[in-house]
């Protein structure tokens, strides 16, 4: 499940590292804030080479996040987490995957139908 959220860059928190059983990780935090009539706070984590892509933006900046949220169950209790995979700047266009109007002068009449017996 790939998911798409954007907002402003609110907290990057600081990097932590560690080593496990597929050996060293590193990952960083950040929180967004949405700009919805009653926006909402959204912490994400950047693992691995990720952190670079972090590295980039900074407190303030609007951002489009791609993520996939992921839920494990330890000790009885559910923990999700919201791993991001990509992080751009919005362009001043129209969103990835919207399609902008057609204007009149983009418009292309449909060819006349000719009178051809086949």
Do not use: H
């Not at 009885?76 to 751009?88: C, F, N, Q």
């Not at 060819?111 to 017996?117: G, N, Q, S, T, V």
């Amino acid at each position: 499940m790939n998911l798409e959220i954007e907002g402003r860059i609110i907290v990057i928190l600081p990097e932590q590292t560690g080593t496990g059983q597929r050996g060293k990780w590193i990952k960083q935090e950040f929180v967004i804030e949405t700009s919805e009539q009653f926006p909402k706070k959204v912490c994400f984590s950047a693992w691995g080479d990720k952190t670079d892509i972090l590295k980039q933006f900074q407190k303030g900046e609007n951002v489009i996040v791609s993520f996939n949220p992921e839920s494990r169950e330890y000790n009885s209790k559910w923990y999700t987490e919201l791993r991001a995979w990509k992080i751009v700047k919005p362009t001043a266009g129209f969103a990835e995957g919207t399609i902008p109007p057609i204007l009149e002068e983009d418009f292309i009449p449909p060819p006349e139908e000719e009178d051809l017996p086949f």
